[in-house]
């Protein structure tokens, strides 16, 4: 499964990382590709520090089937009209849309959402996290949702080791 991670200067760091760290760890690594996303191959900075070199340019990325939104930096996204059609179209191809709030913002400026429509969470395909505990929750929502029960506990699981390593 084809998981399109969109960053974009600005882009918060933990929202993500942790749905990319779930991504990239279901199925023991094999059930998803992840990769990254951007207007351009040029870096990113991510939190004013981290500068990320995406996989793919908008114009040449695989086709995803999961697509997720980061929050921050959105106004800057707002502005890049090649980034908002790439979405418009993404969205309509992909399973499942997985945005960071205020990532449901971009969502609604490519003119996938009305205002405030993402306010109950779910809206057709989209999936919309209030924060990056709740966007690794929903990565682990969708991994269950389109590779299987048992892919999605496993994840859970491996996900719960990595939280209980860091203490």
Request: proline letters at 4%.
């Amino acid at each position: 499964m084809n998981v399109a991670i969109l960053l974009w200067d600005g882009v918060d760091l933990l929202t993500f990382a942790g749905p990319a760290q779930v991504f990239s760890e279901a199925g023991d690594g094999s059930a998803c590709y992840v990769y990254t996303v951007a207007d351009s191959r040029y870096s990113i900075v991510s939190q004013n520090f981290l500068e990320i070199t995406p996989e793919y340019a908008l114009h040449e990325c695989p086709r995803p089937e999961v697509v997720v939104i980061p929050a921050g930096g959105v106004v800057y996204v707002r502005q890049r009209q090649g980034l908002l059609h790439w979405l418009r179209e993404a969205v309509q191809a992909a399973r499942v849309i997985l945005a960071v709030s205020p990532g449901d913002e971009i969502l609604t400026a490519a003119g996938v959402l009305m205002h405030g429509e993402a306010e109950t969470g779910m809206v057709e395909k989209v999936i919309v996290a209030r924060d990056a505990p709740g966007a690794i929750e929903a990565a682990i929502q969708i991994v269950t949702r389109l590779c299987g029960e048992g892919v999605g506990r496993e994840t859970a699981r491996r996900m719960e080791r990595c939280a209980g390593d860091s203490g």
